[in-house]
C-alpha cells in the first residue's frame, strides 16, 4: 500500500516535471491566465503585468465611454443670489443647461427672459429640492454668505435624507479662504465642494468671457479633501491623478461610483467656462488671497479713494486720465458690499491699506523735501 502510495506520488512528480518542462515549447497566449505555470518568476512577472495593462487599458476606455454618456446629460444649475453677478453668469449658464435662480428681491421676470425657472428665497426648501439639480452657485454678497450657507444646509440635509444626493457646491465669491472654511464648516460631508472666483464681472466682460480668467480650486470629492497646493492636473502626464491634503495619491477613476460621478459633475460644470474661453487657473484658495489683496482689493480702494475726489471728464483729457476714470467708473458699478467684503474677509488687506498709506507718505515727503521743507514741516503736511 506504502509502495503503491511513493509511486503514485512519484507519478504525479514526474508528470509535473513533464508539464513544467514544456510548457515553453507551448507558450500561452499572453491574456491566458495558465501563463503562471512559467518555470522562470522573472518572465511570469512580465506576463501578469502585461495581462494588468491590457485589463487597465480596457478598464479606461469603459469608463471613458461612461464619463461620455455623462456628459452627454445638460447640467442643471441653481443660483442662489440673483443679483448683478448671479444673473451675469445664469445668462451664460442658459447656453448650456437649465438655470434656476433664487434670490431674496423678485427677479421673475429677468429669469424668464434668459429661459430660467426662479423660485424666490422665502422657498429655498422647494429649490434645493429640485429634481434635477446637478450644481448650486452661491452668488450672495460676501457678507450675507455664511447666514445664507448656513440657511441652505437644514434643506440639503433634507435632500440627503430623502434623495441621497447633493447637488455639488460651488462658490464664486471675491474672497476665497472666507468661502472655503464656510463650506467646509457647514456643509454635510456627502457634498462636493468646488471654491471659484471670475475674474470679471458684468462690466469687464460685458461683451464675451474670452481670454477672461477663472480661479477655481477643486476643494472637496466624495468627502476627500482634496491638497489645494497640489490640486488636480488634467494636463499632466499623470492626467486624472491629485493628491489629498494628507498626501495621499489619488486617481480621477477610484473604485467609487460617487468619486467619478463627482469628478464628471465639476469637469462638466468646469467645461462651461472653458467653452466660454476663458483662462483657467487652477489656485489654492490662499494663495488668491494673497494675489488679490496686491491687486483686486488695490484696484478697488485706488477707485473707491478716487471716486471720493469728484473726478469729471474734461475736454482735453488724457489716455491716462481716461483710464482713470473708467476705473471710478467699473469700481463704483459694484456694490460698497462688495468692497467691504474684500476688506473685512481678506486678512491681507489691511496690510495693502497700510503700505499704501506709507506709499503716499513716501511720494509726498519727496515732493516736500525738493522744496526745500524742514522735517518739523513735512510732518505736519502728512
Ligand atoms: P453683491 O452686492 O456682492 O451681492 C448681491 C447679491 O447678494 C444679490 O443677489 C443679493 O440678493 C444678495 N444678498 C445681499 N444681501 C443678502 C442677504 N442678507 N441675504 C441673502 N442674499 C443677499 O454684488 P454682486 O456683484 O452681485 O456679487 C455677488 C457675488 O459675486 C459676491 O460674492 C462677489 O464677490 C461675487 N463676484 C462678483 C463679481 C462682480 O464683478 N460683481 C465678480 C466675481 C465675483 P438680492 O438682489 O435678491 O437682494
Not at 502510495?5 to 507551448?26: D, E
Not at 429677468?110 to 429661459?115: N, R, V
Not at 429634481?131 to 452657485?137: F, G, L, N, T, W
Not at 462651461?272 to 494673497?290: A, P, R, V, Y
Request: hydrophobic content about 35%.
Amino acid at each position: 500500500m506504502m509502495n503503491q502510495q511513493r509511486c503514485s506520488n512519484f507519478l504525479v512528480f514526474l508528470l509535473s516535471f513533464i508539464l513544467i518542462s514544456v510548457t515553453p515549447f507551448f507558450a500561452p497566449d499572453s491574456s491566458d491566465v495558465s501563463a503562471t505555470m512559467t518555470p522562470s518568476p522573472a518572465g511570469e512577472l512580465e506576463k501578469l503585468k502585461q495581462e494588468e495593462a491590457r485589463l487597465s487599458s480596457l478598464l479606461a476606455q469603459v469608463r471613458q465611454q461612461k464619463l461620455s454618456v455623462l456628459q452627454s446629460r445638460p447640467l442643471t444649475i441653481g443660483i442662489i443670489g440673483f443679483g448683478r453677478f448671479g444673473q451675469f453668469i445664469g445668462k451664460s449658464f442658459s447656453k448650456y443647461g437649465n438655470v434656476i435662480g433664487t434670490s431674496r428681491s423678485d427677479y421673475t421676470k429677468i429669469a424668464s427672459e434668459m429661459g430660467a425657472k426662479y423660485i424666490p428665497l422665502s422657498n429655498l426648501e422647494e429649490f434645493a429640492m429640485e429634481e434635477d439639480m446637478d450644481v448650486i452657485v452661491i452668488a450672495v454678497s460676501i457678507v450675507s454668505f455664511e447666514d445664507t450657507v448656513k440657511d441652505l444646509v437644514p434643506h440639503l440635509q433634507k435632500r440627503l435624507e430623502e434623495k441621497g444626493s447633493c447637488p455639488l457646491i460651488v462658490d464664486v465669491l471675491s474672497v476665497k479662504e472666507h468661502a472655503r472654511n464656510v463650506l467646509l464648516n457647514h456643509l454635510p460631508q456627502e457634498c462636493d465642494i468646488l471654491c471659484t472666483h471670475p475674474m470679471f464681472g458684468p462690466d469687464s466682460a460685458k461683451h464675451s468671457w474670452q481670454g477672461q480668467t477663472f480661479v477655481y480650486e477643486r476643494t472637496r470629492i466624495d468627502g476627500v479633501l482634496l491638497d489645494p497646493t497640489k490640486g488636480y492636473d488634467s494636463n499632466s502626464d499623470n492626467e486624472g491623478q491629485f493628491v489629498d491634503d494628507q498626501g495621499n495619491s489619488h486617481s480621477a477613476h477610484e473604485n467609487s461610483e460617487a468619486h467619478v460621478e463627482g469628478m464628471d459633475r465639476i469637469e462638466r460644470f468646469l467645461s462651461i467656462w472653458e467653452e466660454e474661453g476663458c483662462n483657467m487657473i487652477s489656485l489654492s484658495c490662499k494663495s488668491h488671497d494673497e494675489f488679490t489683496a496686491n491687486s483686486q482689493f488695490v484696484t478697488h480702494l485706488m477707485g473707491r479713494i478716487l471716486e471720493g475726489q469728484g473726478l469729471q471728464a474734461t475736454p482735453i483729457d488724457t489716455k491716462g486720465f481716461q483710464s482713470v476714470l473708467r476705473l471710478i467708473e467699473t469700481t463704483s458699478a459694484d456694490s460698497f458690499d462688495l468692497f467691504y467684503g474684500l476688506y473685512k474677509f481678506n486678512r491681507n488687506s489691511k496690510e495693502t491699506i497700510t503700505r499704501l498709506k506709507e506709499a503716499m507718505n513716501e511720494v509726498v515727503g519727496k515732493l516736500l523735501k525738493m522744496e526745500g521743507e524742514s522735517e518739523e514741516q513735512l510732518n505736519s503736511c502728512l
